[in-house]
Nanobody, 118 residues
Framework: QLEESGGGLVQAGGPLRLSCAVRGRPSANYAIAWFRQAPGKEREFVGNINWSGGSTYYPNSVAGRFTISRDNVKNTVYLQMNSLKPEDTAVYYC?????????????WGQGTQVTISS
């Protein structure tokens, strides 16, 4: 079970940090990923972190601006977003699974809205 928090309204250029509370322990082979979905668009992968080793991966669209980290004591994964742009506006989801496609992820949170004002 996953629960996102931290969404809100932010001015362009500003930062925002999202949290994903993970209930239970995912398999060591799994990753926690962040996806986002804007109205009328497909769900987009914005990065993931391996649950056991902590390695991360980001697509070019967010590399250098977004950072994923984890706190294994709190069982929480974070998405730090910097230099936000209006096009980052979307509902952000965390999920447990593998790879860079939504179909690779089995468990999903309910999502948190992020709105970037210009």
């Amino acid at each position: 079970q996953l629960e996102e928090s931290g969404g809100g309204l932010v001015q362009a250029g500003g930062p925002l940090r999202l949290s994903c509370a993970v209930r239970g322990r995912p398999s060591a082979n799994y990753a926690i990923a962040w996806f986002r979905q804007a109205p009328g668009k497909e769900r987009e992968f914005v990065g993931n972190i391996n649950w056991s080793g902590g390695s991360t991966y980001y697509p070019n669209s967010v590399a250098g601006r977004f950072t994923i980290s984890r706190d294994n004591v709190k069982n929480t994964v974070y998405l730090q977003m910097n230099s936000l742009k209006p096009e980052d506006t979307a509902v952000y989801y965390c999920a447990v699974g593998t790879g860079g496609r939504p179909t690779g992820y089995v468990y999903w949170g309910q999502g948190t809205q992020v709105t970037i004002s210009s």
